[in-house]
């Protein structure tokens, strides 16, 4: 019953009966003020009216109020010329730049919504005016002491109206009710406002009304669109995501932020009102906040829904922006790079500094336009459009300048491998460069779609789901990515190594990626080789060879005498023997063949190294001595002739050879080997 009451008494408060006051101009609030009190046309209750009801809630107080302030008025003979108020419903005072109207030193009038009202400041010192239509004999400290009790009264009664909005009924059933009463009352009175705090999560009014506060200016300067027509009208309403909890997120952007059901109403969850400090924080660092007390936040003159200063503003945001850029680009370039040739860094400077220091001067200039952005006080769907693409563009600048930050560790690695002796990191480091590369790519990827309020966790379900379909379509780019993972597990051959496959390729190593293979042939052609292909194929790899062999066959004439022979080949051995790149275990310089037009002699050796252009060079070396050998011996190397032979000439002795008997032959057998029992020194193994 006590609460219909109240619910009543604060209808006819507000309305006031039927009839209606004007106070649309400040002329019009004064004559509504001041007529209402003349002799024969008391009315206390509109004259009341010129006292905001959120200043003063309780209507006997502002009658009380406007009656000291008209005895004010007559007894300092304070006379009101009503042509010399203005008359104007937007009338701006031209030093505050505000709708407010002085009309003398304790007088002011402000607009609120589209009335004009009494300002705050007036209304707070009427109680001081009391004190001074009746003056309390004593000294100066029985006056001090007077002032004081009326300034606690006067908190009082502000206290005593607070908790008599406190016990007003609102309507918090459902999160649309409880956002329109937050929405409708915020820039009226936060303390009414502050009734979407439960009193269990904040206790103190105060900072109720902090809180409240801090969220609107948060809001405006994030560019928070908050449409009515989408906040569920449900009492029993549950997010689908959180598990079917009472919670209502109130933007986006902003998942920290949200509602929750208490008992039967809804309110700012206790997880919110802590929050929203450390996010109003964020949004007015370093107390940029303070600015808005002089920034002319109203004007009279608007062009394209933006004021003239704003329009400056944007100006010299754009230009600082561009210009903290510049700066910062050059600054960083040129210490880093400095610093870099100092030490020995020539290349690193050179190619990799300028690419990384350019997104990162772009990142910072953003982050500063983002963080001045609130205070330019822009209307809230061209601050959601700034706020929004700055947001997205400080993570993908972000994201840039550490995808080719990448290219520094992997020249940082490289480094590293070239110090060790193993080609296996050699081909190790573009991979994990790739990769580190790749999982860049990737994080930068979802942190920009969060921004898009794309759920980046129902994707990756969606992914997981068409898994199957993935690998079937990509089952090529699966086989040749184990491929390479075979290739690193089993070191079949590396960066470097010279390879022959069962296909014919026929190259060096260049890389080893991770889908494909790439070859270098000796024609300087490039060969791509999937990875899958080269772990299924047989492998000759040349350059894991300890030895590189060496066989040829060195043909001399037959009119070499045996002897000679013997001393060549044993010159020969010793050129093996000498030589400091030759395997000196095994080795074969041997008589080989007697050939249709030469004598063959067997030359095999190796050459201890697994380049083919070391080889290259100690054969010449090998070849040339053999050379320089034979024509100090005087052996003369054969290559293809013929000889015709005249089995008769006219006066001339035949040709053809005669022959002893065998008998006589017989003796001379025997001599030869006898002589061969003997050791020869030409033929005993080096």
Same mark, same amino acid.
């Given at each position: 019953?006590?609460?219909?009451?109240?619910?009543?008494?604060?209808i006819?408060?507000f309305?006031?009966?039927a009839?209606?006051? $004007?106070?649309?101009?400040?002329r019009e609030?004064?004559q509504?003020?001041?007529?209402?009190?003349?002799?024969g046309?008391?009315?206390l209750?509109?004259a009341?009216r010129?006292?905001?009801?959120?200043?003063?809630?309780?209507?006997s107080?502002?009658e009380?109020?406007v009656?000291?302030?008209?005895?004010y008025?007559?007894?300092k003979?304070?006379?009101i010329v009503?042509d010399?108020?203005?008359?104007?419903?937007?009338?701006?005072d031209?030093?505050t730049?505000?709708?407010?109207?002085?009309f003398?030193?304790?007088?002011?009038l #402000?607009?609120?919504?589209?009335?004009w009202y /009494?300002?705050?400041?007036?209304v707070e010192?009427?109680?001081?005016?009391?004190?001074?239509?009746?003056?309390?004999t004593g000294g100066?400290?029985?006056?001090h002491?007077?002032?004081k009790?009326?300034?606690?009264?006067?908190?009082?009664a502000?206290?005593?109206e607070?908790?008599?909005?406190?016990?007003?009924?609102?309507?918090l059933?459902?999160p649309?009710a409880?956002?329109?009463?937050?929405?409708?009352n915020i820039k009226?009175?936060p303390?009414?406002a502050?009734?979407?705090?439960?009193?269990?999560d904040?206790p103190h009014?105060?900072?109720?009304?902090?809180?409240?506060t801090?969220?609107?200016r948060?809001?405006?300067?994030?560019?928070?669109?908050?449409d009515?027509?989408?906040?569920p009208?449900d009492?029993d309403?549950? *997010?689908?995501?959180?598990?079917?909890?009472?919670t209502?997120e109130i933007?986006?952007r902003?998942a920290?932020?949200?509602?929750?059901?208490?008992?039967?109403?809804?309110y700012? =969850?206790?997880e919110?009102?802590e929050k929203?400090p450390?996010?109003?924080?964020?949004?007015?660092?370093f107390? =940029?906040?303070k600015?808005l007390?002089? +920034?002319?936040?109203e004007?009279?003159?608007?062009y /394209?829904?933006?004021?003239?200063?704003?329009?400056?503003?944007?100006?010299?945001?754009?230009?600082?922006?561009?210009l903290?850029?510049?700066?910062?680009n050059?600054?960083i370039?040129f210490?880093t790079t $400095?610093v870099?040739?100092?030490?020995g860094?020539?290349e690193?400077?050179?190619k990799f500094?300028?690419?990384?220091v350019?997104p990162?001067?772009l990142?910072?200039?953003?982050?500063?336009?983002?963080?001045?952005t609130?205070?330019?006080?822009?209307?809230?769907?061209?601050?959601?459009?700034?706020s929004?693409?700055?947001?997205?563009?400080?993570? +993908?600048?972000?994201?840039?300048a550490?995808?080719?930050?990448?290219?520094?560790?992997g020249?940082?690695?490289r480094k590293l491998?070239?110090?060790?002796?193993?080609?296996?990191?050699?081909?190790?480091?573009p991979?994990?460069?790739?990769?580190?590369?790749t999982?860049?790519a990737?994080?930068g990827?979802i942190?920009?779609?969060q921004h898009?309020?794309?759920?980046?966790?129902l994707?990756?379900?969606?992914l997981?789901?068409?898994?199957?379909?993935l690998?079937?379509a990509a089952?090529?780019t699966?086989?040749n990515f184990?491929? =390479?993972m075979m290739?690193?597990? *089993?070191k079949?051959f590396?960066?470097?190594?010279w390879? @022959?496959t069962? *296909?014919g390729?026929?190259?060096?190593?260049?890389?080893?990626?991770?889908r494909?293979?790439?070859i $270098?042939?000796?024609a300087?052609?490039?060969?791509?080789?999937?990875?899958?292909?080269?772990?299924d194929a047989?492998?000759?790899?040349?350059?894991?060879?300890?030895?590189r062999r060496?066989?040829?066959?060195?043909?001399?004439?037959?009119?070499?005498?045996?002897d000679?022979?013997?001393?060549?080949?044993e010159g020969l051995r010793k050129?093996?023997?000498e030589h400091?790149? @030759? $395997?000196?275990?095994?080795y074969?310089v041997?008589?080989?063949n007697?050939?249709p037009?030469?004598?063959?002699?067997?030359?095999y050796?190796?050459f201890?190294?697994?380049a083919?252009?070391?080889?290259l060079?100690?054969?010449? #070396?090998v070849?040339?001595?053999?050379?320089k050998?034979?024509?100090?011996l005087?052996?003369?190397?054969a /290559?293809?002739?013929?000889?015709l032979?005249?089995? @008769?000439?006219?006066?001339q002795?035949p040709?053809?050879? @005669?022959y002893?008997q065998?008998?006589?032959?017989?003796?001379k057998?025997?001599?030869?080997?006898?002589a061969?029992?003997q050791?020869d020194?030409g033929?005993?193994?080096k």
């Open positions: 019953m006590r609460s219909f009451w109240l619910i009543v008494f604060t006819v408060s309305t006031g009966g009839q209606t006051t $004007r106070q649309s101009t400040p609030a004064i509504t003020f001041y007529e209402n009190q003349l002799p046309s008391e009315n209750r509109h009341s010129v006292i905001y009801s959120r200043h003063i809630y309780s209507r107080k502002r009380r109020y009656q000291l302030l008209k005895t008025l007559d007894k003979g304070i006379a009503y010399s108020i203005p008359d104007e419903a937007d009338y701006i031209s030093l730049n505000k709708n407010i109207y002085q003398n030193k304790v007088i002011a #402000e607009k609120f919504g589209n009335r /009494f300002s705050k400041s007036t010192k009427i109680p001081d005016l009391e004190d001074q239509l009746n003056p309390q100066p400290e029985e006056e002491l007077t002032k009790e009326a300034k606690e009264k006067e908190i009082m502000r206290e005593a607070l908790a008599e909005i406190a016990r007003m009924p609102v309507d059933s459902t649309y409880t956002m329109k009463f937050y929405l409708d009226e009175d303390a009414i502050a009734r979407i705090i439960a009193t269990q904040v009014l105060n900072d109720r009304i902090d809180i409240v801090k969220l609107s948060f809001f405006d300067g994030k560019g928070v669109l908050i009515l027509d989408r906040v009208d009492p309403y549950s *997010d689908s995501t959180k598990q079917g909890k009472h209502y933007s986006y902003f920290e932020i949200y509602l929750e059901k208490k008992g039967k109403d809804w700012l =969850s206790k919110s009102t929203i450390e996010l109003y924080k964020i949004a007015f660092p107390g =940029s906040d600015l007390r002089y +920034l002319p936040t004007s009279r003159h608007e /394209f829904g933006l004021a003239a200063w704003q329009y400056v503003a944007i100006l010299i945001i754009v230009i600082l922006t561009y903290v850029f510049r700066l910062l050059w600054s370039t210490v $400095r870099l040739f100092r030490f860094y020539k690193l400077a050179r500094v300028n690419p990384i350019r990162i001067g990142l910072i200039a953003f982050v500063l336009a983002e963080t001045a609130p205070l330019l006080q822009l209307p809230v769907k061209i601050t959601a459009f700034i929004i693409t700055v947001e997205l563009l400080i993570p +993908l600048f972000a994201t840039i550490v995808y080719r930050s990448m290219d520094i560790v020249l940082y690695m491998a070239d110090k060790t002796e193993s080609t296996f990191d050699d081909q190790l480091v991979l994990i460069r790739k990769i580190l590369k999982f860049v990737i994080i990827g942190v920009v779609l898009l309020n794309v759920n980046v966790s994707l990756l379900g969606g997981s789901v068409g898994g199957l379909a690998a079937l089952q090529d699966i086989k184990f491929g =390479s290739i690193f597990v *089993d079949p590396q960066a470097g190594h390879i @022959t069962t *296909d390729i026929d190259g060096t190593v260049e890389e080893v990626g991770l494909s293979t790439r $270098r042939t000796f300087n052609s490039l060969i791509t080789v999937p990875n899958g292909k080269l772990s047989a492998i000759n790899n040349h350059g894991l060879r300890a030895y060496f066989k040829t066959y060195i043909s001399v004439t037959y009119d070499t005498p045996p000679v022979l013997d001393l060549f080949i050129i093996v023997a400091p790149h @030759t $395997r000196k275990d095994y074969h041997y008589m080989y007697m050939g037009h030469s004598l063959d002699i067997l030359f050796i190796f201890i190294t697994p083919w252009g070391d080889e060079k100690y054969r010449h #070396e070849i040339i001595s053999i050379i050998l034979a024509h100090t005087g052996v003369n190397f /290559f293809p002739t013929q000889t032979h005249m089995e @008769t000439f006219p006066g002795m040709l053809s050879p @005669t002893e065998a008998e006589k032959l017989e003796p057998l025997h001599e030869f080997f006898a061969r029992k050791p020194k033929h005993k193994k």
